[in-house]
């Protein structure tokens, strides 16, 4: 078969795939070829289209919170750049971490990264958790950290969206396959082999295949340990009014927030049984024996709320440090990684796609140095721990 060639050739087309050829193709103006190889564009089973997307502030990793405020920026930016309809439904209602005496001081240190980053966030006592939430029970709390601003949620399908009409209107093409097979010469990649037979030549290679992206990683000989996990969304129905609610995640780690004339919630599964999935099955076990009971105690008015449907995604998990894998990798330079976001990715959408294309014009980080990223620590060990992954 006849084979054609790209200067950067990126696998994968949701949200970090389209965001590296939307600022390939806008803020770096870059003039070479690109092409977008996706398996599936109806993106059924993305990340993506899955997501609970939402954005906050509140990391322990100071890179976390710079690339999160970019995105925030980009939120913000969103008429200037796609045009004055352009609307993901951007909801700036805070996030509200809360903490019983053994989490206080994580908390509270955690605070303090955020605040040095210069994010919006207030630690409120016991007192003033009550004062502001009325709805919450606030008796076996010690601490709450309250997202003023620059934290809320959005609609993942109309950011991915405009990401990928931009770069398609400065000309991305975009590929209808599967990567099964990548070629590496001299220390480089050269091409990609899809499933019906077809060569894709590439002059940079972007992997950019979110849950998938270990698999990819392998095709090119390298480790890199982002793997499938299961995450269930349930929506719910509460009668009850929740004035003000931010999107609260409970001392437990169940999660809650409003989602049109209802709420979404959520918890991780428990360390011993989240391992490497490849089904989409909802665990409603999850929903009845720890997210329901944890709600209708955190929150008493939710002990009525109404299961409606429920839904499951894959996070793009690295199990060495819930954290991104942005950069080339040192052995095979042209092959670049923005992988492994474990729950944050769609919010650091915007930053993940400059940085990748920074590198690819530059051969540098220009905006946010994320060399803290960099896939160096994945072979050194050397885990750049999130504390807070939700
Ligand atoms: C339930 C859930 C809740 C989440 N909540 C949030 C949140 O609140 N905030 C947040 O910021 N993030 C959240 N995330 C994480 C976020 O959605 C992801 O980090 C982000 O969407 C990753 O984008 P991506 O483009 O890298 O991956 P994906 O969206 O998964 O896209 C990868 C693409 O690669 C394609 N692909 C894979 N293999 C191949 C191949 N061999 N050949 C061709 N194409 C291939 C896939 O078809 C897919 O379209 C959540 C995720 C889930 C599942």
């Known amino acids: 078969m006849a084979s054609q060639r790209y200067d950067v050739v990126i696998i994968g087309g949701a949200a970090i795939g389209s965001s590296v050829a939307y600022f390939l193709t806008h803020d770096l103006g870059f003039t070479g070829t690109i092409a977008v190889i996706e398996r599936d564009p109806a993106y059924a089973h993305a990340a993506t289209t899955l997501s609970a997307a939402s954005i906050r502030q509140q990391f322990s990793t100071p890179e976390n919170i710079r690339m999160s405020a970019f995105g925030i920026t980009f939120f913000r930016e969103l008429k200037a750049r796609f ?38 966030i207030e630690l409120m006592d016991r007192a003033a958790l009550a004062d502001n939430f009325r709805w919450l029970k606030t008796s ?87 793997e499938p996990r299961k995450r269930c969304v349930f929506v719910v129905a509460c009668r009850a009014k929740l004035p003000n609610m931010p999107l609260v995640v409970d001392a437990t780690g169940v999660w809650v927030r409003p989602e049109g004339s209802g709420y979404i919630c959520g918890v991780s599964p428990p360390e011993d049984v989240d391992k490497r999935t490849s089904d989409f099955e909802v665990d409603y076990s999850l929903f009845e024996e720890v997210v329901w009971p944890m709600l209708a105690h955190r929150i008493p008015a939710m002990e009525a709320l109404k299961l409606q449907r429920a839904w499951a995604g894959h996070y793009d998990y690295n199990t060495l440090d819930q954290n991104a894998v942005i950069g080339p990798h040192p052995e095979v330079q042209n092959f670049l990684f923005a992988n492994g976001f474990s729950g944050h990715g769609l919010q650091q959408a915007p930053a993940a796609g400059r940085a990748i294309a920074e590198l690819i014009m530059h051969g540098q980080f220009v905006s946010l140095d994320l060399a803290r990223f960099g896939y160096e620590r994945v072979t050194a060990k050397r885990p750049v721990k999130e504390l807070n992954v939700i």
Do not use: M
């Open 83 to 120: 045009g004055p309809e352009a609307d993901i439904g951007f909801r700036e209602r805070g996030y509200l971490l809360l903490a019983s005496e053994a989490g206080e001081d994580v908390l509270a240190a955690n605070n303090a990264v955020q605040k040095a980053e210069g994010a919006d």
């Open 140 to 226: 076996d709390l010690t601490l709450g950290a309250f997202g003023r601003s620059g934290e809320g949620w959005f609609d993942a399908p109309s950011l991915f969206a405009l990401l990928r009409k931009a770069a398609q209107a400065k000309g991305v093409q975009n590929i209808h396959g599967t990567a099964v097979a990548i070629e590496c010469q001299g220390g480089q990649a050269t091409s990609v082999t899809l499933a019906d037979g077809s060569r894709i030549d590439c002059g940079v290679l972007v992997n950019a295949a979110g849950p998938q992206a270990g698999d990819i990683a392998a095709l090119v000989g390298v480790g890199l340990p982002v």
